[in-house]
Structures are given as C-alpha cells and as structure tokens.
C-alpha cells in the first residue's frame, strides 16, 4: 500500500493537531464544546473554523495561531507586537552589563598574584548569566513556555518505571 503525499490538513473538529503551545501535546476536542484541549500542558484553546483560528482561552493576554494546513502560525496581536526593538534592548540588557564590567576590570586591573585576581572574570560570568537568565524568564512568560511540565516529562522519562 502506498502511502498518501502528506498533502494540507484542513482544520476540522475531527482533526489531531499538535498543540501551538509546548509543541509536545495534542490537542483533541472537548466534548460537547467548541473547543480543544492540550494533553500534555492542559491549555485550553477555542477554535473558530472559518477563520482556521485557534486562540488560547485560558490567558489574561490573547493569543492565536492560524492554521495553514500544515502547522501553527502565530497570529501578531494588536498592541503586543513582538518587534526588533525589544529584541535589540533584550541583547544590550544582557551584554551591556557585562560588557562594563569587564571593561572596568581591564581598565583597573587587580594587582597580578592578588588573592582575589580572579573576582573580575567570575563577576562578568555571573553578571552575564544573571541578565541573561531575566530576559529568558520574560520569553517564557511571553510565551507560556511549560518548563515546568517540560521538566517533569523529561525527570519521567529518565528514572526507571517502577
Ligand atoms: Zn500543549
């Protein structure tokens, strides 16, 4: 038997769709309502057919995601448009901090053979990671990442079924 080319997929209710959010789950629709649900992160989504629109009912901020026949595609929000700008200040929040520090420690040097030589590159390490670790907490909770989920599934899949 051979296999059908994987051709567009309309967006029906009887369809089996990944799920936009954490991209693992799937969603599948709740009974007697217009809507899905994700099996793995638990968000529900309403759906609108005509518009081949999905949008996350569950959110303070919407979201929705066309569907083109093959995969997700994020719908631009009025007002909360993720634009080149913000990405700009999310990469200056994260090297420009540093960036000082380290200017500052090469500018003064601590005296060579000093105990605490070493302070200046684990600051500009730690400074680094600490701005970096801000900006990734902003994507996630742009996003609705589910580390949490994420993190679980993975501890499951390495510990040994019992
Ligand atoms: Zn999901």
């Known amino acids: 038997m051979s296999h059908p080319s994987p051709g567009p997929i309309p967006f029906s209710s009887q369809g089996v769709y990944r799920c936009p959010v954490c991209r693992y789950g799937e969603l599948s629709q709740m009974v007697m309502m217009e809507a899905?649900?994700?099996n793995f992160c638990d968000r529900i989504f309403t759906a609108n057919f005509d518009r081949h629109q999905l949008q996350l009912a569950d959110n303070a901020q919407?979201?929705?995601?066309?569907?083109n026949?093959?995969?997700?595609q994020g719908v631009q929000?009025?007002?909360s448009e993720f634009g080149w700008g913000l990405i700009l200040l999310a990469i200056a929040f994260c090297l420009l901090p540093p960036?000082?520090?380290w200017l500052g420690a090469h500018l003064f040097p601590p005296?060579?053979?000093?105990?605490l030589a070493w302070l200046p590159d684990v600051w500009v390490g730690l400074t680094l990671a600490v701005h970096g670790a801000i900006v990734a907490g902003f994507a996630i909770e742009y996003y609705q990442f589910p580390v949490w989920l994420f993190l679980r599934a993975w501890w499951r899949s390495v510990l040994p079924p019992r």
């Open 36 to 38: 899905f649900s994700c």
């Open 62 to 67: 919407p979201r929705s995601w066309y569907w």
């Open 69 to 72: 026949g093959r995969g997700w």
């Open 77 to 79: 929000q009025q007002g």
């Open 99 to 101: 960036t000082i520090v």
């Open 111 to 115: 005296l060579p053979g000093s105990r």
